[in-house]
């Protein structure tokens, strides 16, 4: 059974960076793509970004995109997620995700998902 870990999340300023990390472990996958969705209170899971399995395919919510950068070290099992210039609706809980084959948008196409961190941006 894969689990996803994640660390990293928290309080900053609108502006800020914050980096959240994503650890797998347990489970054999071939060539997962990995993803991260957030859900904010009263709101769906949304998609934010994904990586596909050698980290030479990235896409990403046009909300993040040139904020945001996912990355990948197959090495160690991680995906990242650098989030700079936050705003105050990126406010969200974030969750890591990981699906065996391409990688994909949709929330329900991912087998397994993190415990999520909470990210909070004041403004």
């Known amino acids: 059974q894969v689990q996803l870990v994640q660390s990293g999340g928290g309080l900053v300023q609108a502006g800020g960076s914050l980096r959240l990390s994503c650890a797998a472990s347990?489970?054999?996958?071939?060539?997962?793509?990995m993803g991260w969705f957030r859900q904010a209170p009263g709101k769906e899971r949304e998609f934010v970004a994904t990586i596909s399995s050698t980290g030479s395919n990235t896409y990403y919510a046009d909300s993040v995109k040139g904020r945001f950068t996912i990355s990948r070290d197959n090495a160690k099992s991680t995906v990242s997620l650098q989030m700079n210039s936050l705003k105050p609706e990126d406010t969200a809980v974030y969750y890591c995700?990981?699906?065996?084959?391409?990688?994909?948008?949709?929330?329900?196409?991912?087998?397994?998902w993190g415990q999520g961190t909470q990210v909070t941006v004041s403004s």
């Open positions: 995700a990981l699906r065996s084959g391409s990688y994909s948008v949709t929330a329900s196409r991912y087998d397994y």
């Open positions: 347990g489970g054999t996958l071939s060539r997962p793509a």
